[in-house]
């Protein structure tokens, strides 16, 4: 049974940092792209970065440019994102997902239309003004 779990969320104040962590079990994280996604109230999800098998590819969204890490330990099968500068509007609930590795190209279209396969409950991110 495939579990992912996501932690590291909480309240912090704008400009601040946080570090997400997400397991995942029962796949062979190795053989899995990961990415995280987030929602706010009232607004669809979106990506906001992924990261190959190897973590040798990595794409952001504009939004997390420059501002996030996304990372990855296969020893450990976790996945982490590194977020500093934190501003008000990046509150979410953020999911990490796993997908079975595939050509990259097809990776990045799967995470833009969020369509992986094996998600998380979630983690609250709360930045306060």
């Known amino acids: 049974q495939v579990q992912v779990v996501e932690s590291g969320g909480g309240l912090v104040q704008a400009g601040g940092s946080l570090r997400l962590s997400c397991t995942a079990s029962?796949?062979?994280?190795?053989?899995?792209?990961m990415a995280w996604f987030r929602q706010a109230p009232g607004k669809e999800r979106e990506g906001v970065s992924v990261?190959?098998?190897?973590?040798?590819?990595?794409y952001y969204a504009d939004s997390a440019k420059g501002r996030f890490t996304i990372s990855r330990d296969n020893a450990k099968s976790t996945l982490y994102l590194q977020m500093n500068g934190l501003k008000p509007e990046d509150t979410a609930m953020y999911y990490c997902?796993?997908?079975?590795?595939?050509?990259?190209?097809?990776?990045?279209?799967?995470?833009?239309?969020?369509?992986?396969?094996?998600w998380g409950q979630g983690t609250q991110v709360t930045v306060s003004s």
């Open positions: 990261i190959s098998w190897s973590g040798s590819n990595t």
């Open positions: 997902a796993a997908e079975q590795t595939r050509p990259w190209t097809a990776i990045t279209k799967m995470w833009a239309s969020g369509t992986f396969t094996y």
């Open positions: 029962g796949l062979p994280f190795d053989a899995y792209s």
